[in-house]
């Protein structure tokens, strides 16, 4: 259903089960770093009526997660830690040459967005499965149909402004890249890395 070419290795949770700590403060930067990409698109587009509704409303429910997974550090006494660089989202999105038309550059960013929401999704749900701390998974598990919105929210959106054959065909570059990269990464508890 997502559309990614190189599934997360389930082993992946053995990493963060050692470090749980790390894998919730990173998850709640990606939920801050999304609301603000939310309101990004907000600034950057705003005669995209209907886009900007649906950011306001994405904005609401990214920063609400950010409560939630705050609330789950406080809940186990820790605190909230600094964030950190995501190398996952800082190689992807090397993939789009920069310039390009306005609607170009807006479709890129609705089709990075939808695969970070989509590899989320599918880490959300390998974590929910897998995740010996049951309260925990339950837990993705509840996040996890969230992310499958936003992803099919974003992508719908790409085809919508720009011409459908071509993000069908940068949507498939960008997942056949986007496997590329995580051939390196899933080796650290981060939830895109």
Known sequence: MLGLQLPTDPRWVNIVEKNVEEILTDHAFCEQKAASTAISFIVTYPEYTDLVQEMVALVKEEIS?????????????????????????NKLMQFFPKGGSRVDNLVHRLLYAALIEARSCERFRLLSEELEDKELAAFYKSLMVS????????LGFARKYGDRKEV????????????????DLSKSETIHG
């Open 147 to 154: 992310e499958a919105n936003h992803y099919t929210m974003f």
């Open 65 to 89: 997660h950010f409560k939630l997974v705050h609330d789950k550090i406080i809940e186990r006494g820790w605190t909230l830690g600094r964030d950190r660089k995501d190398l996952y989202v």
């Open 168 to 183: 069908d065909k940068k949507w498939k570059a960008l997942l056949a890249y986007e496997a590329e990269i995580m051939k």
